[in-house]
């Protein structure tokens, strides 16, 4: 059984980094397309960004490209999502999610975590 685990989130102000890991267990995490949704109050989830199982493709939401960057160390069993020029609007629950699926952006999700709040003030 696949168990993700978030951590790095916090309130911040606009125009700060922050960045956030995800640690998979429970199975072989190269098998794993990686990636991170985002969640705000009355809003739907919605996808930020993906990795391939190697890190050699990436894949990011228009409204994050050139601010976030995904990366990951399977060696580490762990996926990072670097967040760059924080908003106001990026303020959310960042949730880590895996895919046995190779396609990006994510669309088949096997495993979610249990999120980590991402909050920035202006």
């Known amino acids: 059984q696949v168990r993700l685990v978030e951590s790095g989130g916090g309130l911040v102000q606009a125009g700060d980094s922050l960045k956030l890991s995800c640690t998979l267990s429970g199975r072989t995490f190269s098998e794993y397309t990686m990636g991170w949704f985002r969640q705000a109050p009355g809003k739907e989830r919605e996808f930020v960004a993906s990795?391939?199982?190697?890190?050699?493709?990436?894949y990011y939401t228009d409204s994050v490209k050139g601010r976030f960057t995904i990366s990951r160390d399977n060696a580490k069993n762990t996926v990072y999502l670097q967040l760059n020029s924080l908003t106001p609007e990026d303020t959310a629950v960042y949730y880590c999610a895996a895919s046995r699926s190779t396609a990006q952006p994510m669309s088949i999700i096997n495993a979610w975590g249990q999120g980590t709040q991402v909050t920035v003030s202006s």
């Open positions: 990795s391939s199982w190697s890190g050699s493709s990436t």
